[in-house]
Nanobody, 122 residues
């Protein structure tokens, strides 16, 4: 059983919406933050959004600002990523990640999910 499991990835058309979920024992009281990253076959892993478990402060990449919203339900150990106005460039494998120290860089992530695929067609 994986510590983090993502769900909600799907194929949608440009302008559509998806809500990704990430749940599991990997998001716990010892987690400082949770993040969503995404990766395509030709790109590196790109940070999309962060939520800080205690303060619920959030951070978004420039491409995500105004379109994506990260949120959490700590009782259910779940993090969400609501994605609106999706574009073909948003197509990627989306990974959930948690850390006890920081989430800005992949190298400090403690736990990764296996990913959920998002495809946006024009």
């Amino acid at each position: 059983q994986h510590q983090l499991e993502e769900s909600g990835g799907d194929s949608v058309q440009t302008g559509g919406s998806l809500r990704l979920s990430c749940t599991g024992s990997g998001y716990s009281r010892s987690s400082h933050c949770a993040a969503w990253f995404r990766q395509t076959p030709t790109s590196g892993r790109e940070l999309v959004a962060i939520i800080y478990r205690g303060s619920e402060d959030t951070w978004y990449s420039e491409s995500a600002k105004g379109r994506f919203t990260i949120s959490q339900d700590v009782r259910k150990r779940t993090v969400f990523l609501q994605m609106n106005y999706l574009e073909p460039d948003d197509s990627a494998m989306y990974y959930c990640a948690t850390s006890g120290s920081g989430c800005r860089y992949a190298r400090v992530i403690d736990i990764w999910g296996r990913g959920t695929p998002v495809t946006v067609s024009s």
